[in-house]
């Protein structure tokens, strides 16, 4: 399933993530996934939550600097070797990867991960074949 994920560009100093999460608070947003990639002086927070358009004006209003990006949600089960099911089909159809994250989300014996994919499209095709959408509700 294809879902909005929001990319925050945050300078790296103490307090400025809990700033994001007391606005998403504030807010009555709730998160999802999360994720960081950091360097010495900056750092990209990637989300997911329940309402991303609400959260992206709040954060712009808040002094964010925040974009949207759409991924894919995909249910992975929860057992050893479940993502590297996913992996080897992904693999098998020349889905690149960009980069991946697990949902704070969890659906009964399935896990949510979402996937940042070169080709959206044909990785949505290639979920959507081998069923590995589910019923992802994030």
């Known amino acids: 399933m294809i879902i909005k994920q929001i990319s925050i560009f945050l300078e790296n ?8 999460t007391k606005l998403l608070a504030k807010h009555e947003i709730n998160l999802r996934a999360m994720t960081i990639a950091d360097t010495a002086d900056f750092g990209i927070l990637r989300i997911v939550v329940d309402q991303p358009d609400k959260a992206v004006k709040a954060l712009r209003d808040g ?8 991924v894919l949600a995909v249910e992975v089960e929860d057992r050893p070797g479940g993502l590297a099911k ?3 089909i992904f693999q098998q159809n020349h889905v ?4 991946l994250y697990v949902s704070l989300e969890k659906n009964k014996d399935k896990a949510v991960v979402i996937f940042k994919v070169e080709d959206l499209k044909l990785g949505e095709k290639i979920v959507e074949e081998h069923g590995l959408g589910g019923k992802v509700t994030l």
């Open 86 to 88: 996913v992996m080897e």
């Open 96 to 99: 690149n990867i960009e980069y």
């Open 13 to 20: 100093v103490a307090g400025r993530l809990a700033e994001v």
């Open 63 to 70: 002094g964010f600097t925040a974009k949207t990006t759409e």
